[in-house]
Nanobody, 124 residues
Framework: QVHLVESGGGLVQAGGSLRLSCAAS????????MGWFRQAPGKEREFVAAIRWSGTSTFYADSVKVRFTISADIAKNTVYLQMNSLKPEDTAVYYC?????????????????WGQGTQVTVSS
């Protein structure tokens, strides 16, 4: 069992920055991926970014590439999502997820556990 807790969401003006954190606890050993997804009102949940826990591989959605950076602190069992140059269209609930099998990727189905989500609101 793995428990994920996101934090760092909030309200920010367009052009601003936020850093989301996702702390993992439980059975997290191994070579796995952690990902960030988001879901805006009335839309499907979509992939944002993912990182192999070793930090050797990162992946981004085209819509956030250059503006967002995913990173991991192994000692703290925490993954971060640094979000810069935020736009109103980035407004969503952001979820972190963990893939314990090391498959990775953008599909929700490969991720085994999910956090409860944190709200990010970007005002224009």
């Amino acid at each position: 069992q793995v428990h994920l807790v996101e934090s760092g969401g909030g309200l920010v003006q367009a052009g601003g920055s936020l850093r989301l954190s996702c702390a993992a606890s439980g059975r997290t050993l191994g070579s796995y991926f952690m990902g960030w997804f988001r879901q805006a009102p009335g839309k499907e949940r979509e992939f944002v970014a993912a990182i192999r826990w070793s930090g050797t591989s990162t992946f981004y959605a085209d819509s956030v590439k250059v503006r967002f950076t995913i990173s991991a602190d192994i000692a703290k069992n925490t993954v971060y999502l640094q979000m810069n140059s935020l736009k109103p269209e980035d407004t969503a609930v952001y979820y972190c997820a963990i893939d314990l099998h090391g498959v990775g990727g953008t599909a929700m189905g490969v991720y085994d556990y999910w956090g409860q989500g944190t709200q990010v609101t970007v005002s224009s």
